[in-house]
């Protein structure tokens, strides 16, 4: 059974920094490409970062020097570490893994930046 689940998420003030986890299990890890997207309310869920399977990163422009996207294929985890954090990084973040035509994806865990 696959399964990704999220970890990290909170209440932080405006610029303060936090790094979500994702944990992985039921597949082969490091065969796939990982992201991180967001959905924030009433919006449509969006590319956040991802890596791929060979750590190749790509980021969307609102984040590009603020977080960080990494991998362990040994302890099948992703990451995502973020800084400099605005209200409007405010959303459920989604971790997902990608192979082929396989998707799969988290529950979420809510990051909420607000003073």
């Known amino acids: 059974q696959v399964q990704l689940v999220e970890s990290g998420g909170g209440l932080v003030q405006p610029g303060g920094s936090l790094k979500l986890s994702c944990a992985a299990s039921?597949?082969?890890?490091?065969?796939?490409?990982m992201a991180w997207y967001r959905q924030a309310l009433g919006k449509q869920r969006e590319l956040v970062a991802s890596?791929?399977?060979?750590?190749?990163?790509n980021y969307a422009d609102y984040v590009k020097g603020r977080f960080t996207i990494s991998r362990d294929d040994a302890r099948k985890m992703e990451y995502l570490e973020m800084n400099s954090l605005k209200p409007e990084d405010t959303a459920v973040y989604y971790c997902k893994a990608h192979w082929g035509s396989l998707d799969y994806w988290g529950p979420g865990t809510q990051v909420t930046v607000s003073s």
């Open positions: 890596i791929t399977r060979d750590r190749v990163t």
């Open positions: 039921g597949i082969t890890f490091s065969f796939y490409d």
